[in-house]
Each structure stands twice: as structure tokens, then as C-alpha cells.
């Protein structure tokens, strides 16, 4: 999951390597103004997240037994 990225730098690397992967990738869908790598990401593939959802995604995949160490950046 990214939730903000501009089109370079760590964020920005780790969902190219996630979509070249074939791996899921959620992004927070926000403004290009904000994280313009965020819109190019959903442009190639990663699946958007609006803003007022990501409680309930996080939720879910709290569920689905993702590690906690990652889930805790996000509180």
C-alpha cells in the first residue's frame, strides 16, 4: 500500500517493483498536485483507494493477517 508518492524516490520505486512483480498494489487515490506517483501508479495498474476508504481497507487487510509492523505506520 502507498499512500503518497511523487514519480521518484523510495515509494515511487517500490510500486514499480510491486506492478513489474505482479504483485496487488493499493494506492491512495489523491490529488496529482499531492502524489503525482500516485496517480501514474493507478494509470499502470495499482488499484485506487479513495481517501475516505482507507480505514476500511486497512481494516480488511488487518484481517487478512498482514503484519502488524506495517498496519502500525498507518495509526
Known sequence: ????????GGS???????LRAGKR???????PDVAPGNSALIRQGATAIPPGHLD???????????GPAQLDLLA
Not at 1 to 8: D, N, Q, R, T, Y
Not at 25 to 31: E, G, H, K, R, T
Not at 56 to 66: A, K, M, N
Open 25 to 31: 498494489l493499493f494506492v491512495l487515490d489523491l490529488p
Open 56 to 66: 476500511r481497507v486497512v481494516g480488511d487487510l488487518d484481517q487478512d493477517g498482514v
Open 12 to 18: 515511487w520505486a517500490q510500486g514499480q517493483l510491486c
Open 1 to 8: 500500500m502507498i499512500i503518497a508518492a511523487g514519480l521518484s
